[in-house]
């Protein structure tokens, strides 16, 4: 069985984010297994790849700590970002020695280690930048379908990747 199931979740605000985080919560699901990623702002003295981790993010400090980790990015090629949960890491690995083709994006090689394809990839780094949040589960199939029975709506949709 595969490890690399993952469902997506773009949200236009801040609040649907927090409350669909709550109901994930409220059902003991493992947040562990939960990321966040979206635009961010970084001060001037920030260089490419800096990592914050005890400064106030756009994600409130409640999320960040139930989320785990928190950081805010700033890359060249993508402009800044901030994240929060298992993600953080994988955005904050030097990727310089992984032999993969250069003009691949740290967040692009993040989101495709949680399996999810490359034209999808796009699609997510462009409502990133558009100024939508992600909200990305990963881990079993059992917790992949669990968040996407918990989550989805009429008015939330989920995509499910399984790799």
Excluded: W
């Excluded at 980790?69 to 990727?95: N, P, Q, R």
């Amino acid at each position: 069985m595969s490890k690399k199931n993952t469902c997506v979740l773009l949200y236009s605000s801040q609040q649907s984010l927090e409350q669909d985080i709550d109901k994930l919560q409220t059902h003991n699901f493992n947040m562990k297994s939960v990321s966040i990623v979206g635009r961010g702002q970084m001060r001037k003295n920030h260089t490419t790849k800096s990592c914050v981790t005890n400064e106030k993010t756009h994600f409130q400090n409640n999320q960040r700590a139930r989320l785990n980790a928190a950081g805010g990015f700033l890359f060249h090629e993508f402009g800044a970002i901030v994240a929060a949960g298992s993600i953080v890491h994988l955005l904050a690995k030097d990727h310089e020695d992984t032999g993969i083709v250069s003009g691949l994006r740290v967040l692009t090689l993040a989101l495709f280690s949680f399996g999810i394809p490359m034209n999808s990839i796009r699609q997510y780094e462009k409502s990133v930048n558009a100024g939508k949040c992600l909200l990305i589960i990963h881990g079993s199939l059992d917790d992949v379908e669990r968040a996407c029975q918990l989550l989805h709506s009429e008015t939330q949709q989920v995509t499910v990747h399984m790799a």
